[in-house]
């Protein structure tokens, strides 16, 4: 079995209470932004490569059936993103409709993931998700290159004192000191759990590593990437554990 790095000095993280999830290890997400991809993520099988199944909302239509009774057929616990436009949403939502889609999932998904710089307008929703034993991912995306370490660890302590289960990261690692600063934020002194990966150049080769790392959570694919440094989601622990060995 897989396990956590071992964790920076004076570090004691508190993970995220979520029926049925003990985290023993890296996590594997899942991320369905296809009907394609949705139809495969009914398929999956606890106790499988993967724990998590990511549905971003802000690409899919929306089932007739709601997305509430929607998450509750799928097999493994829910993480559930809708996206703005200008945080790489595919969608255009009105803010009103984002805060009444993420309200509707509360204490059914597993967790809902929003921006941290998203708190102005969604501070409250992540208020009520805490309430409702929906845990709440505050997230940073840098499309365009990486950020220095000062400025990750900033942000991190802002997603910390905000709230946060869990700080996630994705920024581009076209080089390798981009890629030294997401492993340098994995093992400074923190309470709150960091999701870390990369996009670009070193993309690809960096998800296997953060999670072994400490990434507590580790984003793939099913029919396609959502994302450019995607691993297939079954493949990723595989990939772990050969680094590992």
Known sequence: MLTLAKKARNQTLNFPEIHGVVWDGPKVVATAHTS???????????GGPVDFIEIRA?????????WAARIGKLPLPV??????????????????ERVA??????????????????????????????????AVILSMHNFRSGS????????????ERAGASIFKVAMQTNYAHELSALLGLL?????????????????????????????????????????PGQWPAQELPGAMKLLST
């Open 187 to 227: 093992d400074r002194a923190r309470t709150v759990p960091v999701s870390a990966m990369g996009m670009g150049v070193l993309g690809r080769a960096s998800r296997p590593v953060l999670g072994l790392a400490g990434s507590i959570l580790n984003y793939g694919y099913l029919d396609e990437p959502a994302a």
């Open 148 to 159: 220095p370490l000062s400025q990750l660890v900033y942000r991190c302590r802002r997603a």
């Open 36 to 46: 394609a991809g949705l139809k495969e993520a009914s398929s999956l099988k606890k």
């Open 79 to 96: 993480i559930f993103t809708v996206r703005s436009t200008h945080e790489g949403g595919v969608k255009l939502i009105a803010s009103e």
């Open 101 to 134: 889609m993420y309200r509707s999932v509360l204490g059914v998904a597993a967790m809902i993931d929003f921006e941290l710089q998203s708190l102005a307008h969604l501070g409250g929703i992540k208020t009520e998700a805490l309430a409702n034993n929906t």
């Open 58 to 66: 802000d690409a899919l239509p929306v089932p007739e059936e709601g």
